[in-house]
């Protein structure tokens, strides 16, 4: 029996970066119907160090005290890390990855949680909003497009019934080996590292008791110089016992002829009791979509961008992706979207994860391989000593330098020639491309509550014509907009404008102390015209 099922976007790939797309598409009036094939959620905890960026989707999404809920970490536990020198009891280690220094940036704190609970929550949260129809069991068996809308035909893992998804637009968020990104024909930029990696999941409470050293700390990653820059990391699920570890291993490595015990304790540099919950492989590699679009069909998350599980950028990528194309569909789904808005979604994110491959992934690897090359303490203890420490001096620049920004975006009011990426520097200042950072308002609103879910004008003691002037260009082409009007000097100063247009996701559009160009014009470029 074949059945059809419509809505506005079909989405293949129900895990977080689809729920995540479903929600923030429901919450803006958009229906949407979600094809997943498992039904039970795995017990792998990946995807865990999620940055305050996350926070602010988890935020936008009403599900932020539900994650913190569902973590296993407390939160006054801590989430930074550790770099040490052949193994963790190593007299060499630095303080690494603490998210905490950028938090005044943002309108949320970070998360630390295994996938799998998020999705828990995730879960029940597409099962409380009426535009979400989300098929469990269900796989994508074909993909085709015309001019009227996406077509998806799939199949019922369990029964092998058929059914029909028609909608507007189709979106793959079906992880790194997506159906969707092959069928659509959409190429990919792949660095092969010719690299076997182990996950292994295990509890040891004596682990545990070892790292007491560490006080506070989640992640700990071990610079072997005979690896070539490709880490041991270590990573504590929860503060039970419970953790996850992965890292090179030969070629021809299986679960049954290879000491993973013996592999583990080197890396601590202490014989410790291990219970192995799980043994798995995968390949490393870094792969990047060539765009993140065909016709009507758009990719996200590990289909259009995959990498090793280095500094958590994949989730959190995966949730910007969604975030950013969600506002994108809502508005040209409303018609108030110009002829380009949409072709932006890949022409904002494609650029921000190859400079997140080869900026921060690419480098780690490149930067740790030459160091390992070059000093060693039983060589020329002097020499490494003095090294070691200026790595230790910038052992935080990984979280301090990651920013992605649009500022070469074609719907911002950038400068000429600025290029997107995902090196920067935080600062309050409101950047054209940039995120926008919290600042507190004279009146004592909150400022995120205040932006509401569309562009925003904040007005900072400014010209009432001005306000005026985009309430009425907004009003013209139907565009969801709020106008913030506040007196404060201190919010202006940090910002370095009286006036700053804000996007549906929290981005800078444009920022001045007075419009070069009128409200409707500056609007239509913000909006794709």
Not at 58 to 74: E, M
Request: glycine content about 10%.
């Amino acid at each position: 029996m074949t059945e059809n099922f419509a809505s506005d976007v079909v989405i293949i790939g129900g895990g977080p970066v689809g729920l995540g797309l479903a929600i923030d598409l429901a919450q803006r009036g958009v229906t949407s119907q979600v094809i997943e094939r498992t039904t039970e959620l795995h017990r792998v905890p990946k995807g865990q160090n999620l940055t305050q960026r996350t926070g602010e989707h988890f935020r936008a999404w009403g599900i932020t005290q539900d994650v913190r809920a569902a973590s296993p970490i407390p939160r006054d536990f801590g989430n930074a890390g550790v770099v040490a020198y052949g193994d963790l009891m190593s007299d060499y280690h630095y303080d690494w990855f603490a998210r905490g220094a950028v938090s005044q940036f943002y309108f949320a704190e970070n998360e630390r949680l295994p996938q799998y609970e998020l999705e828990r929550v995730m879960r029940r949260r597409a099962d409380t909003l009426e535009n979400i129809s989300v098929h469990y069991g269900w796989k994508a068996t074909a993909v085709s497009q015309d001019d009227a809308g996406v077509t998806v035909a799939i199949e019922s893992v369990e029964t092998g019934e058929n059914k029909t998804v028609s909608a507007t637009f189709g979106a793959g968020c079906d992880g790194a080996r997506s159906f969707v990104r092959e069928a659509t024909g959409i190429e990919q930029d792949i660095d092969p590292h010719d690299r076997r990696m182990t996950l292994l999941v295990f509890k040891s409470m004596e682990l545990h008791d070892l790292l007491e050293r560490f006080a506070g700390k989640s992640i700990f990653n071990v610079l072997n110089p005979k690896l070539d820059g490709y880490w041991q990391f270590l990573g504590r699920v929860d503060i039970e016992g419970t953790w996850f570890y992965h890292a090179p291993v030969p070629q021809e490595t299986t679960a049954d002829n290879f000491d993973f015990e013996a592999y583990l304790h080197k890396a601590i540099g202490a014989e410790f009791k291990i219970e192995f919950d799980y043994i798995g492989f995968w390949d490393l590699r870094i792969a990047v979509a060539k765009t993140y679009q065909n016709g009507r069909i758009f990719i996200a998350g590990d289909a259009a961008h995959s990498h090793p599980p280095y500094g958590g950028y994949g989730v959190n990528n995966g949730f910007e992706d969604a975030r950013n194309l969600s506002w994108k569909l809502s508005g040209e789904l409303a018609g108030w979207a110009g002829d380009n808005l949409l072709a932006s979604y890949s022409l904002e994110r494609q650029p921000v994860f190859m400079s997140t491959s080869q900026d921060f992934i690419g480098r780690m690897i490149r930067d740790d391989k030459a160091f390992g090359d070059t000093y060693a303490p039983q060589r020329d203890k002097a020499a490494f000593e003095i090294a070691w420490a200026e790595r230790a001096a910038g052992g935080n620049a990984d979280v301090t330098q990651y920013l992605p920004h649009y500022a070469g975006s074609p719907v911002v009011w950038g400068e000429t020639g600025d290029h997107s990426g995902a090196v920067g520097a935080h600062m309050f200042k409101a950047r054209p491309g940039y995120h926008l950072a919290p600042q507190p308002l004279a009146s004592g609103v909150d400022l995120h509550t205040a932006l509401g879910t569309g562009y925003a004008l904040l007005s900072f003691d400014g010209d009432a014509a001005v306000a005026d002037a985009f309430r009425s260009a907004a009003a013209q082409r139907d565009l969801p907009f709020t106008v913030v009007i506040d007196a404060s000097h201190d919010a202006r100063e940090a910002y370095g404008a009286r006036y700053v247009l804000v996007r549906p996701d929290l981005f800078v559009a444009w920022a001045g102390d007075a419009p070069e160009h009128p409200a409707d014009v500056i609007l239509a470029k913000a909006c794709g015209d």
